[in-house]
Each structure stands twice: as structure tokens, then as C-alpha cells.
């Protein structure tokens, strides 16, 4: 299975303490679908802002991630934070990434 992801830095307004953060939803065409998504359901308080895009392809039998590609409109994301971030996540994963592919 293989669906768009994005790396957002959310900044929380009253104390300005940011992270960053990774989404992405199968359902999503495109990377704005994604952001719009997660502004529209996130708390008041909190600003997002995408900072790059890419494509996760998801082998959930073998118990693997790839974070790849780049999105048109954000371009690529520092696919090694998103990596960080989903090793959180998925600690029995093996989730690793490459900057080819679109």
C-alpha cells in the first residue's frame, strides 16, 4: 500500500514551542488534501505549516516503511525527521528511506 505523506511544524501560539509532526491518510489525493484534512480536525491554538511532502509505501506483512519521493506543490521533506518521527510510532518496523522516486 503506498499513500502521500507530509511533515508539518506546529507551532503552539501562546507559548511558541514548536514540533514536527507526520501525516498522511491513503484517502488523500493530493498533499493539500492532507493538510486541510489536519488543520480542519486540530486544536485552536496551534499553527501548521507543511514543510515537505513524499509517499509512504507500507508492507504491513513484512513489518516495513519507505518514506520516498517528493511532493509538487512542498516539495521533498527531510525524509530522515519523518523517518525519526515514525520510528516513534512503529517501533517493531524496519523504516528506512530514499530521496528517489516521485
Given amino acids: 500500500m503506498r499513500w502521500d505523506l507530509e511533515i508539518r511544524r506546529v507551532t ?3 507559548t511558541k514551542e514548536k514540533k514536527f509532526v507526520v501525516r498522511g491518510y ?3 489525493t493530493f498533499h493539500d488534501d492532507i493538510l486541510q484534512e489536519t488543520k480542519s480536525s486540530a486544536p485552536s491554538g496551534l499553527k501548521l505549516k507543511c514543510v515537505g511532502g513524499g509517499r509512504i509505501k ?3 506483512a513484512g513489518k516495513d516503511l519507505l518514506v520516498y519521493g517528493y511532493s509538487q506543490g512542498y516539495g521533498r521533506a527531510d525524509h530522515q525527521v519523518a523517518v525519526d518521527i515514525l520510528k516513534h510510532k512503529y517501533p517493531d518496523y524496519h523504516i ?3 530521496n528517489d522516486g516521485y
Avoid: A, V
Wanted: proline residues 0%.
Fill in 96 to 98: 528506512h528511506f530514499s
Fill in 26 to 28: 491513503y484517502r488523500c
Fill in 58 to 60: 507500507h508492507d504491513d
Fill in 12 to 14: 503552539d501560539t501562546e
